[in-house]
C-alpha cells in the first residue's frame, strides 16, 4: 500500500483547479483557511463548506475523487512565539480550532515555528539548466539586502568577512528597480496569504524580537506543546511541525528547527504520539549535516506529513531547488527510509501508516512559462512531473523489495 500521493491546493483563487489535481492523479488534499486571520478560530461551518467545495463537483453533481486530509498550515500567532501576554488566549482558540477539524475528520495538522517569515528565497525566478524557472536563496543577496537595503542595526556583525565583501559588490550593481524585486521576493511573509511585508514593518517585526534567544523561543514552543499535545491526543490529532526553510538564522531572529537536535528537542518536549514532524526534505537539505534517510530511520514513528523537495546546494550556504530526484538530497535513499517506516508501522497495527506526501514546489515549465504564477513554487506542470517521478519511485522501490 502506497502513501498518500496529496497536492497543496491554495483555495478558489488558486491558478491550479481541483479538476488538475484529479488529473495529477493526487488523493489527499492538504489546504488551509488562509482567509481567517491568524490566531482566529476556525468554526466548524467554514471547514465544512471549505470540505464540501474540495471533495464536492458541484458543476457535476458528483463527488471528486479527493479528500482534505492535511491542515497546512494552521498558523502560530506571532505572540505564542515571543510568549507575550495574551498567548493564553490565542492558544485556546487553536485548541478550539482543532476541536473544530477534528469534528470534521481532518487528523494531520502541520505549522511552523518560524519568527515573522515564513520560507525565504531571494529569486523567485532562477534560469534553470533546462529553461525552466526555479526558486534560489542566495546567501550573498541576502546579505545585501540586510546589510544594504533593510539597514537591520547589527547585520554586519552577522556575516563574515567574505560574506560582507560580496555582498557590497554585489549591492552596488543594483538598479533601483532591481532593489525592489530582492525586497519583494523576501519579504514575501506567510504563503497563500498574497501580501508582501514593507520595510518598515519588517523592522517593526524584527524589533519586537529583540532579546528572544534560541533558547527562549525553544522554551515558547515546548509551552505551545505543553498546552496543545494533550487536547490533540484527546481529539487524535497529528500535530506535525515545519522545519525552518533555510536551516540556519537570519535577519538576526533565531531559528529552532533546523537540525536533527532541534527536532529531538520537538519530540522529546512533550512525548506524544500526537507531537511530530513536517519530514521536509528541500528545508532540511540545505545543510549538508542533516542525514535526511538517517533521521526518517532514527525518528521516522514521529513523521506524520512528509514534503519531498530537492536542492542543489551552492556554495557559502545558497542554494537553488532542482529536479524533484535531482540535487544534493539523494531522494532514492529517502523514499526508501520512509517506505520501509510505512511497512513497519502496517506491521506494528498502526492506523496512520499511509503516511501522506506532497511534491513540494515544482519548476515553472513548458506552457506555465507563458502565466503569470501567483504562488511562486506552486505551479500545476512542475509539480505534476515532481508527483509522477515520486509515485514511480516508491513503486519501483517497493516492487523491487
Known amino acids: 500500500m502506497s502513501m498518500i500521493q496529496s497536492w497543496r491546493w491554495y483555495g478558489p483563487n488558486d491558478d491550479v483547479t481541483l479538476s488538475d489535481i484529479e488529473q495529477a492523479g493526487a488523493y489527499g488534499v492538504v489546504h488551509a483557511l488562509h482567509h481567517i486571520p491568524v490566531g482566529q478560530v476556525w468554526t466548524v461551518l467554514e471547514i465544512e463548506e471549505r470540505q464540501k467545495f474540495i471533495e464536492w463537483d458541484a458543476s457535476k453533481g458528483v463527488p471528486r475523487n479527493l479528500k482534505w486530509i492535511v491542515v497546512e498550515s494552521l498558523n502560530?500567532?506571532?505572540?505564542?512565539?515571543?510568549?507575550?501576554?495574551?498567548?493564553?488566549?490565542?492558544?485556546?482558540?487553536y485548541k478550539e480550532s482543532l476541536r473544530n477539524l477534528a469534528a470534521c475528520g481532518i487528523q494531520v495538522v502541520c505549522y511552523n515555528f518560524m519568527p515573522v517569515l515564513d520560507w525565504t528565497r531571494t529569486?523567485?525566478?532562477?534560469?534553470?539548466?533546462?529553461?525552466?524557472?526555479?526558486?534560489?536563496?542566495?546567501?550573498?543577496?541576502?546579505?545585501?539586502?540586510?546589510?544594504?537595503?533593510l539597514k537591520r542595526q547589527g547585520a554586519v556583525d552577522d556575516y563574515d568577512s567574505d560574506i560582507k565583501e560580496k555582498a557590497k559588490l554585489y549591492f552596488k550593481k543594483l538598479s533601483a528597480k532591481e532593489c525592489d524585486t530582492l525586497a519583494k521576493n523576501i519579504l514575501q511573509g506567510v504563503p497563500g496569504s498574497g501580501s508582501v511585508l514593507t520595510l518598515d514593518e519588517f523592522r517593526s517585526y524584527l524589533k519586537l524580537y529583540e532579546g528572544i534567544?534560541?533558547?527562549?523561543?525553544?522554551?515558547?514552543l515546548k509551552y505551545f506543546l505543553q498546552q496543545i499535545i494533550p487536547v490533540a491526543q484527546e481529539l487524535n490529532i497529528k500535530l506535525c511541525c515545519h522545519p525552518d526553510d533555510p536551516p540556519h538564522s537570519i535577519f538576526g531572529l533565531p531559528r529552532i528547527v533546523s537540525t536533527e537536535e532541534d527536532l529531538n528537542y520537538l519530540v522529546e518536549s512533550v512525548?506524544?504520539?500526537?507531537?511530530?514532524?513536517t519530514f521536509c526534505t528541500g528545508s532540511l537539505g540545505p545543510n549538508p549535516e542533516n542525514d535526511l534517510p538517517g533521521i526518517v530511520n532514527?525518528?521516522?514513528?514521529?513523521?506524520?506529513?512528509?514534503?519531498?523537495?530537492?536542492?542543489q546546494r551552492e556554495e557559502s550556504g545558497s542554494f537553488h531547488e532542482a529536479d524533484h530526484l535531482d540535487g544534493s538530497v539523494d531522494m532514492y535513499k529517502v523514499m526508501r527510509a520512509l517506505v520501509k517506516e510505512c511497512d513497519k508501522r502496517k506491521e506494528n497495527g498502526r492506523s496512520d501508516y499511509r503516511i501522506p506526501f506532497r511534491p513540494d514546489h515544482g519548476h515553472q515549465m513548458l506552457d506555465d512559462l507563458n502565466k503569470k504564477i501567483k504562488f511562486h513554487g506552486y505551479s500545476a506542470i512542475g509539480r505534476l512531473r515532481g508527483l509522477a517521478e515520486l509515485r514511480g519511485l516508491e513503486e519501483g522501490i517497493r516492487r523491487n523489495n
Do not use: C, Q
Open 76 to 93: 502560530v500567532h506571532e505572540s505564542i512565539k515571543k510568549g507575550l501576554a495574551d498567548r493564553d488566549e490565542l492558544i485556546d482558540n
Open 298 to 311: 532514527r525518528l521516522g514513528e514521529y513523521i506524520h506529513f512528509v514534503h519531498l523537495r530537492n536542492i
Open 271 to 277: 512525548k506524544s504520539p500526537s507531537n511530530g514532524i
Open 123 to 149: 529569486d523567485l525566478n532562477f534560469n534553470y539548466k533546462d529553461g525552466s524557472k526555479a526558486l534560489r536563496f542566495d546567501s550573498v543577496a541576502l546579505a545585501a539586502f540586510d546589510i544594504f537595503i
Open 213 to 220: 534567544t534560541k533558547e527562549k523561543l525553544r522554551e515558547n
